[in-house]
Each structure stands twice: as structure tokens, then as C-alpha cells.
């Protein structure tokens, strides 16, 4: 009883009205709330649909194919090309990695996760979409791969959604990880929460708590592991549907201090930008 008390007021006050909002965009966020809830209800009860409903492993609910765009928009907006290596870390189900893997190269996708769950499903997404011949990489972890992956580097390091679900020490353990897998112009991307948007919302999330940091943190961070961090912009840039409040979260790009550019394919010409164009248009998915 006192739990639906909590969600009908929790909900009361995220579709209040907010003194910045004009009356039309208090509307319209009105009304995708409502669609999101009922696309969240239509989910749950139909029993043919088994994919959309792993959306709860990930959340926010009833925006599922959006956040797959975000992630992957963000990506190959930030330069991913075919040939690049991925390891995605909190991949969950496969979020990405079912557009990742038909994009990239044979080989070059790894995904890591803590919880078996997600990781289940990971491995039915890809036998049922027939993506085994791309040799993707699915690794249970409570380390961010440090054992399971020790000596491996990637040019993509992708954390989605993962790090204000990690306290403080958890915090380094995966920025020394993310360090140790990166080699001289690896690009690490972390979309970090906004701490204005924090709020009682945002309690926990399947057991995970949230913790909420400046990005000034973050930055400070990069410089004990010297590398060097760029703000990307808002997840809303990128196709986060933005009448949700984590849209306002921030996309940070770190990479090592003085790196290179990620070297272009050898022989890389105008010929392999349209080959990347071509797969990028095949696995949109919005
Ligand atoms: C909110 S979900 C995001 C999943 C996916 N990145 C996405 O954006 O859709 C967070 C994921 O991170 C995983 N996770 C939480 N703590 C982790 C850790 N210490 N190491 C690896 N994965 C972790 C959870 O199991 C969950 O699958």
C-alpha cells in the first residue's frame, strides 16, 4: 500500500508542471509520458512480444529502440567505424550490441556484464538474430573483464547507463580497467548522470543505487589516470528522447594525454566510408 502511495506521488511530481516549462512542452512531455507508460503496459501483457520486454533489465521502460539509437548514434557520430574493436561494459542485454555487431568487423565486439541475467539474453539475441558468424565476445564479470580479458585492448571503450550505478571504489577499479585496456588513441566514452536532475526519483534501480557526481569529478579522475576529457555533449544530441531527465546527462570522451587520432584503416579510402555508411544505414533501428 505504501509503495503504490510512493509511485503515485512519485509520479505526481515528475508530470508537475515545472516553473521553466512553457504550457506546450508541459503538454507534450505529458502526453510521452503517457505513451511510454502504455507502450511499457502493451510489453508486459503481450505474450508474443519476448524482446522489447528486456527493456526492464536496462531502463528507462518504453523507450527501448531509442536508447539503442542514442548509444549507436553516439558511437559512430564519435568516429566508430567497422574495423574498430568495441568492448561495451554494462552491455546488459545487448542494448547496441545487436546493431554493434552486424556494423562492426568479425571479432570486434565484446560485451561485459556482472549479472548472468542480462547476459542470458544477450546470448539468445544474438542465435536469434543469426549473428554467431560475427564471433562476438559476451563475458561475465565482476571486474570489468581485468581477469577474463587481461592483455586485451580496444580502440572503443562504451560505458552506457553503468557509471552512477558504481560507488566511488568500483568508480576506479573501472577507470584503472578501462586505462589498462586502452592503447595510445583508444577513446573511453562514459555517459555520466547530471546532478541537477537528481532528485528522489532516483533511488535504486534492480538493486543498484544511484550516485550522483559533477562532471568536475569525472575530470579530476581523468587526471589521476592522466588522460585527457572532453564534455560530448547531452544524450538528448543524440537521439535520447528528451522528455525523459536522463537526456540531460552528460557523454564524456576521455583518451590518453597527447593521443593520436585512431589510425584510419590501412588504405582506407572513400570506398570504406561508404562501406561504413552502408552498415550503418542497415542497422538503424528507429
Ligand atoms: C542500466 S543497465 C544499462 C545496460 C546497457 N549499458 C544499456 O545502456 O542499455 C546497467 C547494466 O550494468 C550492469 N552492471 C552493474 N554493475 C556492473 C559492474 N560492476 N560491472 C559490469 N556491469 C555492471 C548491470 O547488470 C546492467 O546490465
Redesign the pocket.
Known sequence: MIAVFRSLRRNALLLRKTPEETSSYHRSRVLFELQRRANQLLTKFNPFDNETRLER???PAGIWPH?QQY?FNALTRLGLKPHHSVID????PL?VGVALIPYLDRGKYTG????PE?LEAAHRRIAQRGLAYKNPTIVC?TT?GKRELAGRTFDFIWT???SY??DDL?LVLLFEQARAMMHSSSVLLIDVIDPAIMSETHKT?RG?SYHFRAVELYEELAQDFSLSVQRRGRLADYGYPDKIDLSRNTLLEFRKVDAPPLQPELNETAGDDNRAAARRDSVLAV
Do not use: N
Open positions: 533489465l536496462v531502463g536508447l548509444q561494459i554494462g552491455c546488459g542494448t561485459v556484464d556482472l549479472l542480462p564479470s570489468f552506457s547507463q553503468l550505478h558504481l568500483q534501480w543498484f
